[in-house]
């Protein structure tokens, strides 16, 4: 095996393989929520382009930061699934389907929607945060960004890969989505980008407290040692298993 390979199957092996034999078991019933998700991003796609739909869907699920905080709670879980206007929508519908899809195999789908929506609420908050600074401040952001429609999955979709990266141990992958979001504050420096990176903080957060209580879960285990504990010590190496949250 070559050297590329071995680290494509160090860096993805137990990801690819947990993704493969979901497909392979339940086929598309292994990502029910993944599928509805699709749907429903297209259906607002659909209505918001409408004449009639168009404020329908801005009274639902359009976030801004000059809004009422709790409006802005009550929209943010939708606003995951209405399409930024200004992009087209096959880009959110592939992000989904992917990333979304990924997500719900390895970590099923209430801890999809967990992390997806903290990641887009981190993005939500810091909004606020950082107009509240302002652009004189290293993380402000200028007063005119409270105006902008604040909506799409891209948050959810880089805090998901993150975290899916981090409990499946594909720590390169995972720190080249955080060097790709940094460069793109850096090269275009808007409220997306910055939220991106909010996404990201919050993830990290999650996986710094998960993998605390894992270590001290192992410390507490390895302080009682049960009987026969040096039983088949001997074997060979084995693929360390998915960090568990």
Not at 90 to 98: T, V
Not at 108 to 120: K, Q, S
Not at 167 to 183: E, K, P
Request: glycine share 8%; with cysteine.
């Amino acid at each position: 095996m070559s050297t590329i390979a071995r680290l494509a199957r160090a860096e993805w092996g137990p990801l690819f393989s947990t993704v493969r034999d979901g497909l392979v078991a339940r086929k598309w019933r292994a990502v029910p929520m993944t599928l509805g998700a699709v749907c429903l991003t297209a259906l607002l796609q659909f209505t918001q382009n409408q004449s009639w739909g168009y404020q329908f869907v801005q009274n639902i699920g359009s976030v801004r930061a000059e809004e009422p905080l709790w409006l802005a709670l009550v929209r943010t879980p939708l606003s995951l699934f209405v399409p930024a206007l200004d992009l087209p929508v096959w880009g959110a519908l592939a992000q989904i389907l992917l990333v979304f899809g990924i997500a719900e195999i390895c970590l099923g789908w209430w801890r999809t929607l967990v992390i997806g929506y903290a990641a887009t609420l981190a993005g939500t908050l810091y909004a606020r945060i950082g107009i509240a600074l302002g652009p004189d401040n290293p993380v402000g952001l200028p007063a005119s960004d409270a105006q902008v429609v604040d909506t799409g999955p891209s948050a959810a979709v880089v805090g998901l890969a993150v975290f899916v990266c981090w409990r499946y141990r594909a720590y390169f992958t995972a720190a080249l989505v955080t060097v790709v979001m940094v460069g793109e504050v850096l090269v275009k420096n808007n409220l997306a980008g910055r939220e991106h990176i909010a996404a990201i903080a919050a993830v990290a957060a999650v996986c710094l407290v998960s993998t605390w209580r894992h270590r001290r879960g192992d410390a507490v285990s390895r302080s009682r040692p049960s009987p026969g504990s040096d039983a088949g010590s001997a074997g060979g190496s084995e693929e360390k298993p998915p960090i568990q949250f």
